[in-house]
């Protein structure tokens, strides 16, 4: 039989070229980074909450209305929560020596 009218092997099954364990990777790694900015707006916004007193306990002195801290908004943007918790890694500064 002629050579040429046979098939190529290599090319009867298409073959995807796309790296599925690359991007499924870069995806898993957004939806994460994602998904902790959230945590980190979260707690910082209850953070700054304390920190001002936004949510005193009408009842107890000195208290904390916890049902307050779920729905505050101690500043106007949750990107200035972020950047705050971004920039502000540290609790304390470091003390001049």
């Not at 902790?36 to 306990?57: F, G, S, W, Y």
């Not at 904390?64 to 609790?91: F, M, P, Q």
Request: aromatic share 14%; proline share 4%; hydrophobic share 45%.
């Amino acid at each position: 039989m002629y050579e040429g009218s046979r098939p190529r092997e290599e090319e009867l099954f298409e073959t995807s070229r796309f790296n599925h364990l690359a991007w499924s990777l870069v995806a898993f790694f957004a939806f994460a980074a994602i998904w902790l900015a959230i945590a980190l707006v979260n707690a910082e916004n209850q953070r700054h909450a304390l920190m001002t007193n936004k949510c005193p306990d009408p009842l107890f002195k000195g208290g904390i209305d916890k049902a307050c801290l779920v729905t505050v908004r101690s500043r106007d943007h949750w990107w200035e929560h972020l950047w705050y918790g971004v920039t502000h890694v540290r609790a304390r500064p470091d003390e001049a020596k």
